[in-house]
């Protein structure tokens, strides 16, 4: 996999929890956890929901290997495929709450979007922009040359006075 925060863990424990956190969120759709935990979460948390967008036997069995329990595999392959189909990435949202007593901790919500009970509302997605005819190399060249101001001729050329 790629790189992760370290998190004072070694790197069994750090992939252990990661998997439970994921699982957790998958299952209850939105847990409490530290700011760096949540950023850590949201990547994997994103990748889980496209390979259960993606519907294959392989990507069925790519995510067992990393979520716990079956209840979340069945979830994450559809109900959570069927919500963000249309999506194109971007299923979680991280939002700080408060400051945690013990150690002053950052915390954050990390929530999937477009769900009941949300904390905020989700944005509407970005409208494409009307797919454009490839412009002609020279016609555009020639447009360009038709709106630049004619060139003027100077009778002196550049040099000292006599």
Known sequence: MTKFRKLGRTAAHRMSMFRTMVSQLVKHERIETTVAKAK????????????????????SRRAAAFVRGDDVLHKLFTELAYRYKDRQGGYTRVLRTRIRVGDAAPMAYIEFIDRENELRESKP?????????????????????QWAPPKEESESTS???K
């Open 125 to 145: 997605p970005n409208p494409q922009p009307p797919e454009r005819p490839p412009l002609d190399p020279w016609a555009k060249s020639a447009l360009r040359r």
């Open 159 to 161: 040099g000292g006075t």
């Open 40 to 59: 850590e979460i949201r990547r994997l948390a994103d990748q889980m929901v496209t390979l259960g967008k993606e519907g294959t036997l392989a990507a």
